[in-house]
C-alpha cells in the first residue's frame, strides 16, 4: 500500500504553523516553482516535493495508512501547538453552539414545516434525512476541518488548497455579504414584531376602525387581520414590485436595531460572542421545546401529527421534489456561505470528527421539532374551522328549512353541538337521496383533510403564520413575547455566523485589520445596514424573495461543486483524510473519501443543473398583495428583474474565473523569469567549474 509521503505531511505542517500573510504571499510562487519543477525534474522527483493529484485508480485507502500516520505523528508531530496570534474561543463549548447556531436559522422553522407538507410528508423527512448523512454530513466536515487545518477563513483556505480556485472563497465572501442584506431584514421584521406584541389587545388580532368612524377597515374586512397588518401595517406593501417609494421609517429603525444587536454582540472579537452565545442559541431551544409541548396538547393536534407521518412513496420518483430537499438542506445547514470554515478557524487542534455530526444532527433535530410543532398547530387550527364549518352548515339548512326551502326531513338533531363532527356524518348519511341531493348545493365542504390543506396553504410569509398560531393560545400576548424572541434569538445566530464569514477573511487578506478588529466591525455593520435599506421599503419583500427562492441556490451549489472537487481531486482526499489523522490523532473512516470523490459531487452537479432547468423553463413568481381585493395574488417578475437576477448570479460566480485568470496571468509572467534565472545560473557555474583543475583518478 502507498502510504502519504513525509514530505507531504512536513509541508502541510508549515502551511498551518505559519501565518496567514505567509501562507496567503506564497501560494503564487510556491505553485509557480511547481510547474518549473514539472519541466525541469523527472516526475518522480516532482511528485515527491510537491502538490499531486489523487488517483483513486492506483490505490486504495487501508488501516494500514491509518497505522503508518499515526506512527509518524507520535514520531515526528510536535505536541505543542506554535505561537499563533490568531484569536481562539475560549472552550470547545462556544465553538459548538456558534456552528449549530448558525446552521439552525429562520428557515429551519418557517421553510422546513412548509416543504414537509407539499412535497410528500414523511417521504420528504425520510429523503432529508438521507441526503443530509450522504452529502451534507461529509461536505460539512470537509469545511469545519478545513478550517482548522488551515486556520483560514474562505479566502486563504481555498488559495492554499489550490491557487487555480482561489476565487471560491471570494465568492462565498459575496454571497455571505448579500445574504446577510436580506437576512438581517427577516430579523428586523420579527423584532418589530416583538415589539408590538407587548400592546393589549395584539394590534393584529382585530381589524382597526376607520378614521373618524366606528366602521372597520373593508380591506381588512376582506381578509383576515394578520394578514391585513402584515401587508398594509409593517410593509406597507405596494400592489407590484414596479411601485418604488422611500424606506419604511418604523422598519428603517427596526433593521437599525437589529444591526446595533449585531454589532454589540460581535464588536469585541470571539469574547463577546462566545459568552452571548450561550444565551443566543440556547434560549430558543428552550422556547422550542416549551412550545411543542403545549402545541401537542391541543385539540387535533393528532390529525396534524397522522398527516406528518403519512409517507406519499410517488414523491420518492418525482426529481422536483429531490430538487427542493436539496436546496433546503444547503441552505438550512448552511455549507458553502464560508461560515462554518470562519468558525472552525478559530479552533485549536481538538476537532473532532462527532462535531461535524452534533452540528447536523442538532440541526435535524431542530427542523422535525419545529414541523412537528407546527403540524400539531394547524391540525388544531384544522379542526377548529371544520367545526366552525359544520355550524354553518347546520345554521344555513335550518334557515332554509324554516323558510320551506328544503323539506323537514333535512332538520339537523340537537345533540349536534355535543359530538359535531360525528353527528354531522351521521346525519348526513341518514339524509333519503332526494333529500340530499336537494341539501348538497347549500352545504360547503367541511371535510377535515381539505381544511387541513388550506390552513397549512394559508398566507405566503411564514411569519404571518405564526402570527395565526398565537390566537391558539390563551394569554396572546404572552406567547406572542415568547414566540418572537424565539425568532429574533435564531435569526440572530444566524447573523453572527454570517458576519464571521466576512470578518474573517477580510482580516485574513489584510492582517492588519486584526489589530482594528472594533473598527472593523462597526465599518461593515453600518456599511450592511445601508445596504440593507432596500428591503424594508414598500416593495422590498418583493426583493427579498427575488433573491431567497431564485437566486441563492445556484451560486452555493457552484461554491459546494468547486470546493468539493478541489478537496478531493486537487488537494487530494487521501492527503485530506492524513490531514484529519493529524488533527484527530485517531484512525477515520475511509468512507468519507469515496464520498468526496463520487458520491457528493455527482449529487451536488445533480441539485446543480436541475435548478439552471427550474429557473430556464419555469417563470420566476412572486406573491403580491392586491389591495382592490384584500388577498395575495401571484405576479411574474417583470423582465428587468430577470435581468437583475441573471447579473447577480453572474457577478456572484465572477471571482472565480477572474482569479484563475490572475493565477494564470501571474504564472505566465513568472516563468519565463525563473527560466532565465536559472540558465544564467548554469552558465556561471558552467565557468566556475572550468577554472578548477579536474580531479585524476589514481
Not at 400592546?199 to 377597515?217: E, G, I, K, V
Not at 365542504?445 to 403564520?465: R, Y
Not at 492588519?512 to 456599511?527: M, N, P
Amino acid at each position: 500500500m502507498t502510504t502519504v509521503s513525509e514530505n507531504m505531511e512536513a509541508q502541510d505542517e508549515n502551511s498551518q504553523m505559519s501565518t496567514p500573510l505567509d501562507s496567503i504571499s506564497m501560494i503564487s510562487s510556491t505553485s509557480v516553482s511547481q510547474f518549473v519543477k514539472s519541466e525541469l525534474l523527472p516526475v518522480e522527483e516532482f511528485t515527491e516535493g510537491g502538490q499531486k493529484f489523487d488517483n483513486m485508480s492506483s490505490y486504495t485507502w487501508s488501516d494500514e495508512d491509518n497505522d503508518e500516520i499515526l506512527e509518524t505523528i507520535d514520531k515526528e508531530e510536535p505536541k505543542d501547538e506554535a505561537h499563533t496570534d490568531r484569536p481562539s474561543w475560549a472552550n470547545k463549548t462556544e465553538y459548538l453552539l456558534a456552528q449549530v447556531g448558525f446552521s439552525t436559522g429562520l428557515s429551519t422553522v418557517w421553510r422546513f414545516p412548509y416543504l414537509c407538507f407539499h412535497n410528500g410528508g414523511g417521504t420528504f423527512l425520510i429523503m432529508y434525512i438521507f441526503l443530509l448523512f450522504l452529502v451534507g454530513v461529509p461536505l460539512l466536515l470537509l469545511e469545519m476541518a478545513a478550517g482548522q487545518r488551515m486556520r483560514q477563513g474562505s479566502t486563504g483556505v481555498w488559495k492554499i488548497i489550490s491557487p487555480w480556485i482561489g476565487g471560491v472563497g471570494y465568492t462565498s465572501f459575496m454571497v455571505c455579504f448579500i445574504v446577510g442584506l436580506y437576512y438581517s431584514v427577516l430579523m428586523a421584521w420579527s423584532l418589530f414584531y416583538l415589539v408590538q406584541s407587548s400592546q393589549s389587545p395584539l394590534p393584529w388580532a382585530l381589524c382597526p376602525l376607520l378614521r373618524n368612524s366606528s366602521y372597520f377597515d373593508p380591506e381588512c374586512v376582506r381578509t383576515t387581520p394578520t394578514m391585513y397588518f402584515w401587508y398594509r401595517h409593517v410593509l406597507k406593501a405596494t400592489d407590484e414590485i414596479e411601485i418604488g417609494g422611500l424606506p419604511v421609517m418604523h422598519l428603517s429603525v427596526s433593521l437599525f436595531v437589529t444591526w446595533l444587536i449585531i454589532c454589540i454582540s460581535m464588536v469585541k472579537g470571539l469574547k463577546s460572542t462566545g459568552k452571548m452565545l450561550y444565551v443566543s442559541v440556547l434560549l430558543p431551544y428552550v422556547i422550542l421545546f416549551y412550545l411543542l409541548i403545549r402545541s401537542i396538547m391541543l385539540k387535533g393536534a393528532e390529525l396534524g401529527l397522522k398527516n406528518l407521518l403519512a409517507a406519499k412513496v410517488p414523491a420518492l420518483y418525482n426529481v422536483e421534489v429531490w430538487r427542493r430537499t436539496g436546496n433546503q438542506l444547503f441552505l438550512s445547514i448552511g455549507s458553502g456561505f464560508g461560515s462554518f470554515t470562519a468558525i472552525s478557524s478559530y479552533v485549536p487542534r481538538s476537532y473532532r470528527i462527532m462535531d461535524a455530526f452534533a452540528v447536523a444532527l442538532l440541526n435535524l433535530i431542530i427542523s422535525v421539532t419545529a414541523t412537528v410543532f407546527v403540524f400539531a398547530i394547524m391540525g388544531h387550527l384544522a379542526t377548529e374551522n371544520s367545526e366552525k364549518c359544520y355550524l354553518e352548515n347546520a345554521e344555513r339548512v335550518m334557515n332554509l328549512v324554516a323558510t320551506g326551502v328544503l323539506p323537514p326531513e333535512a332538520q339537523f338533531p340537537d345533540s349536534l353541538y355535543q359530538h359535531m363532527s360525528s353527528i354531522y356524518s351521521t346525519w348526513f348519511r341518514n339524509l333519503p337521496e332526494q333529500v340530499r341531493s336537494m341539501v348538497l348545493p347549500y352545504l360547503y365542504n367541511c371535510d377535515i383533510s381539505e381544511q387541513l390543506k388550506k390552513v397549512m396553504e394559508g398566507p405566503g410569509m411564514s411569519i404571518v403564520a405564526f402570527t395565526d398560531i398565537i390566537s391558539v393560545f390563551s394569554g396572546f400576548t404572552f406567547w406572542a413575547i415568547i414566540i418572537f424572541v424565539f425568532l429574533v434569538t435564531m435569526g440572530l445566530n444566524t447573523m453572527i455566523g454570517i458576519l464571521h464569514g466576512i470578518i474573517t477573511p477580510l482580516q485574513d487578506t489584510f492582517s492588519s485589520l486584526r489589530k482594528h478588529t472594533k473598527l472593523l466591525t462597526v465599518g461593515v455593520c453600518v456599511l450592511m445596514f445601508l445596504g440593507s435599506l432596500i428591503f424594508v421599503r414598500p416593495s422590498g419583500s418583493y426583493y427579498v424573495n427575488l433573491l431567497d427562492d431564485y437566486w441563492v441556490s445556484l451560486p452555493l451549489f457552484f461554491i459546494l461543486i468547486l470546493e468539493n472537487m478541489a478537496m478531493a481531486w486537487i488537494y487530494g482526499a487521501r492527503r485530506f483524510l492524513a490531514d484529519l489523522i493529524i488533527i484527530l490523532g485517531r484512525p477515520v473512516s475511509p468512507i468519507y473519501r469515496w464520498l468526496w470523490c463520487f458520491v457528493s459531487p455527482f449529487v451536488l452537479l445533480v441539485l446543480f443543473v436541475s435548478t439552471m432547468i427550474h429557473l430556464y423553463l419555469k417563470n420566476i413568481t412572486y406573491l403580491a398583495w392586491n389591495s382592490s381585493i384584500s388577498s395575495e395574488v401571484i405576479q411574474n417578475y417583470p423582465s428587468w428583474a430577470e435581468v437583475l437576477l441573471v447579473v447577480l448570479i453572474v457577478i456572484t460566480i465572477l471571482p472565480i474565473p477572474a482569479y484563475f485568470l490572475y493565477t494564470l496571468f501571474n504564472m505566465a509572467i513568472q516563468v519565463p523569469m525563473i527560466h532565465s534565472r536559472a540558465t544564467i545560473n548554469i552558465k556561471l557555474e558552467a565557468k566556475g567549474d572550468s577554472r578548477k583543475p579536474c580531479p585524476q583518478l589514481t
